[in-house]
């Protein structure tokens, strides 16, 4: 049959409007997935040869900036989808227990796009839960030795704490380390969070009387509170080195930081053992812990506790105006340590006369500049130097081309942050300790009044190297859950332990002294075990 034109214009419409129609609704979609952003999926393995999916890997999405926090799991095929998500830059976090972490694999979402992405985790050993296993059991242990259970009560204490903390970790899906913060505190977050949490606590409680599970209880909370002492005095004992603090104000900053215990900020000793610059600890006392020292520290002081923040800008300051920041903050330093023995000596023999001050006035002047001679401010030249010298070595045989470029790799870290900063640089010691400060001082004092001066400054001295000595002992004895009696054999072996306190990473050599020192009878298995696997890392860690 023959259409007529008007039937065949009709079709034609009828066409054309339905392919319109299909591109004005596909259009609408395709802007409503712009405005609800884009979609990611994929598939999540193990590494194995047949490639098992893996259900109930928590998979996270984050920005590089944090705004945007997208949470989903995997199902049985071990597939995951996550729709909406805003355009942009990704970073996706994947964790199953029993599984090792994949942290940060990037990905770029665009508005309306189906982004697939698989993913592989695997199988990681058992050292973690064996660690875990093995504290558990050193609790039991020592609970039964505590209160003289019977080895059938210690055997059934220790599979309740173990099976309560299995059922918490598989319905949370965590590690043990995980667990309340265990990664970050070691042992003792474990304890802290098997006697915080209702489960874990039930346990403890069935087979424990009230009297004895509270006592445990204070027997912890008093690890925690040596170790927070610790922790205090060695902050304080930082803070001291560079301002030269009053006995009183010794005691008055670690109060500050007793009281600042509540706040999650707060650290666990053994993470202290590697502070290794002033700018550390200011940070933490006064933007992570919120403690202001205002109302404690004289005006000098003050101003130097300000300059240390200068540091920042110092790191990147070039030529005079670096010269000039540091000058100051030197003259501070030393006019602070200089007020203090002045009023010490105003105190027990008078005030100094006019002609000593002036002396010292001038020493200051003098370190400060052979100070200011000492900084390296062109950390650029030195690395240029040293390449040279090290390409020369190289050619001549004297070295391989690896071991120049681990050298040049540690100067770069040496000379520059991570943010690519000149770093702090200050000469080798105290500038307290300076010569020619030390021989003015000499100088304008009696010889009554510079063994007086020195016996305070051995005393100093003394109190920063036993803040030390508790600082390790008590990152050890939070580690390996020491009873008292373990404790105090060890602080006697530490009390004969002894450092150059200015030296780079001065903490962790003396802590790696006493791991050697230890003596492994008084431990328990568990307990010997640790101490061995911490040697290790720290020999490790020494040899690099």
Request: glycine share 8%; net charge negative.
């Given at each position: 049959?023959?259409?007529?034109?008007?039937?065949?214009?009709?079709?034609?419409?009828?066409?054309?409007?339905s392919v319109c129609f299909s591109m004005f609704i596909g259009l609408i979609f395709a802007q409503e997935d712009a405005v609800n952003g884009g979609t990611l999926r994929?598939?999540?393995?193990?590494?194995?040869?047949?490639?098992n999916p893996i259900r109930g890997v928590d998979v996270q999405i984050y920005d590089q900036n944090g705004v945007h926090d997208f949470k989903v799991k995997t199902d049985?095929?071990?597939?995951?989808?996550?729709?909406?998500?805003?355009?942009?830059?990704?970073?996706?976090?994947?964790?199953?227990?029993?599984?090792?972490?994949?942290?940060?694999?990037?990905?770029?979402?665009?508005?309306?796009?189906?982004?697939?992405?698989?993913?592989?985790?695997?199988?990681?050993?058992?050292?973690?839960?064996?660690?875990?296993?093995?504290?558990?059991?050193?609790?039991?242990?020592?609970?039964?030795?505590?209160?003289?259970?019977?080895?059938?009560?210690?055997?059934?204490?220790?599979?309740?704490?173990?099976?309560?903390?299995?059922?918490?970790?598989?319905?949370?899906?965590?590690?043990?380390?995980?667990?309340?913060?265990?990664?970050?505190?070691?042992?003792?977050?474990?304890?802290?969070?098997?006697?915080?949490?209702?489960?874990?606590?039930?346990?403890?409680?069935?087979?424990?009387?009230?009297?004895?599970?509270?006592?445990?209880?204070?027997?912890?909370?008093?690890?925690?509170?040596?170790?927070?002492?610790?922790?205090?005095?060695?902050?304080?004992?930082?803070?001291?080195?560079?301002?030269?603090?009053?006995?009183?104000?010794?005691?008055?900053?670690?109060?500050?930081?007793?009281?600042?215990?509540?706040?999650?900020?707060?650290?666990?000793?053994?993470?202290?053992?590697?502070?290794?610059?002033?700018?550390?600890?200011?940070?933490?006392?006064?933007?992570?812990?919120?403690?202001?020292?205002?109302?404690?520290?004289?005006?000098?002081?003050?101003?130097?506790?300000?300059?240390?923040?200068?540091?920042?800008?110092?790191?990147?300051?070039?030529?005079?105006?670096?010269?000039?920041?540091?000058?100051?903050?030197?003259?501070?330093?030393?006019?602070?340590?200089?007020?203090?023995?002045?009023?010490?000596?105003?105190?027990?023999?008078?005030?100094?006369?006019?002609?000593?001050?002036?002396?010292?006035?001038?020493?200051?002047?003098?370190?400060?500049?052979?100070?200011?001679?000492?900084?390296?401010?062109?950390?650029?030249?030195?690395?240029?130097?040293?390449?040279?010298?090290?390409?020369?070595?190289?050619?001549?045989?004297?070295?391989?081309?690896?071991?120049?470029?681990?050298?040049?790799?540690?100067?770069?870290?040496?000379?520059?942050?991570?943010?690519?900063?000149?770093?702090?640089?200050?000469?080798?010691?105290?500038?307290?300790?300076?010569?020619?400060?030390?021989?003015?001082?000499?100088?304008?004092?009696?010889?009554?009044?510079?063994?007086?001066?020195?016996?305070?400054?051995?005393?100093?001295?003394?109190?920063?190297?036993?803040?030390?000595?508790?600082?390790?002992?008590?990152?050890?004895?939070?580690?390996?859950?020491?009873?008292?009696?373990?404790?105090?054999?060890?602080?006697?072996?530490?009390?004969?332990?002894?450092?150059?306190?200015?030296?780079?990473?001065?903490?962790?050599?003396?802590?790696?002294?006493?791991?050697?020192?230890?003596?492994?009878?008084?431990?328990?298995?568990?307990?010997?075990?640790?101490?061995?696997?911490?040697?290790?890392?720290?020999?490790?860690?020494?040899?690099?």
């Amino acid at each position: 049959m023959i259409m007529k034109g008007s039937d065949q214009m009709t079709r034609f419409s009828f066409v054309l409007f339905s392919v319109c129609f299909s591109m004005f609704i596909g259009l609408i979609f395709a802007q409503e997935d712009a405005v609800n952003g884009g979609t990611l999926r994929g598939t999540i393995t193990d590494t194995t040869p047949e490639q098992n999916p893996i259900r109930g890997v928590d998979v996270q999405i984050y920005d590089q900036n944090g705004v945007h926090d997208f949470k989903v799991k995997t199902d049985t095929n071990g597939e995951y989808k996550c729709s909406g998500i805003p355009a942009g830059r990704y970073l996706i976090h994947i964790f199953k227990r029993g599984y090792g972490k994949r942290l940060g694999k990037p990905v770029t979402i665009v508005d309306g796009g189906d982004h697939f992405v698989p993913l592989r985790m695997t199988k990681k050993d058992n050292a973690e839960d064996r660690w875990g296993v093995g504290l558990i059991q050193h609790i039991a242990e020592n609970i039964g030795k505590r209160y003289n259970l019977e080895e059938q009560a210690v055997e059934a204490l220790h599979r309740s704490i173990l099976e309560a903390l299995n059922v918490v970790l598989e319905q949370n899906n965590q590690d043990v380390t995980g667990f309340a913060g265990t990664g970050e505190e070691g042992s003792i977050g474990l304890i802290d969070g098997l006697l915080s949490h209702p489960d874990c606590k039930a346990a403890f409680a069935k087979h424990l009387t009230e009297k004895q599970l509270q006592d445990y209880i204070a027997f912890t909370k008093k690890l925690r509170h040596r170790d927070q002492q610790a922790a205090a005095q060695y902050i304080t004992a930082w803070i001291d080195q560079e301002l030269s603090l009053t006995l009183d104000q010794r005691k008055n900053l670690a109060q500050l930081l007793l009281d600042a215990t509540a706040n999650e900020a707060f650290p666990i000793s053994i993470s202290l053992l590697e502070i290794d610059d002033i700018l550390e600890a200011v940070q933490l006392v006064n933007e992570k812990l919120g403690i202001s020292l205002e109302g404690l520290l004289t005006q000098t002081q003050y101003d130097i506790w300000l300059g240390v923040f200068a540091k920042k800008a110092i790191r990147g300051g070039k030529g005079g105006e670096a010269k000039f920041q540091l000058g100051e903050f030197a003259a501070a330093k030393l006019a602070a340590h200089t007020a203090r023995f002045v009023a010490a000596h105003t105190a027990l023999l008078g005030p100094l006369d006019k002609d000593a001050s002036q002396r010292l006035s001038t020493a200051i002047k003098g370190v400060v500049q052979q100070y200011l001679e000492a900084q390296d401010t062109d950390p650029e030249a030195t690395y240029r130097e040293t390449a040279a010298k090290l390409t020369q070595a190289v050619k001549a045989g004297e070295m391989t081309q690896k071991q120049a470029d681990e050298r040049l790799d540690a100067l770069m870290k040496e000379l520059w942050d991570e943010n690519g900063s000149i770093r702090w640089r200050e000469p080798n010691g105290d500038i307290i300790r300076h010569p020619l400060f030390q021989q003015a001082i000499k100088d304008v004092l009696s010889e009554e009044a510079f063994a007086q001066y020195t016996a305070r400054q051995a005393e100093r001295e003394n109190w920063h190297q036993q803040a030390l000595r508790d600082m390790v002992v008590a990152s050890l004895g939070t580690q390996l859950i020491l009873d008292d009696t373990q404790r105090k054999q060890l602080t006697t072996t530490a009390a004969e332990l002894t450092v150059d306190r200015l030296k780079k990473d001065a903490a962790l050599d003396m802590f790696y002294q006493l791991l050697q020192r230890t003596n492994h009878e008084m431990l328990s298995p568990w307990q010997q075990e640790t101490l061995t696997f911490m040697h290790t890392g720290f020999e490790r860690q020494f040899r690099k």
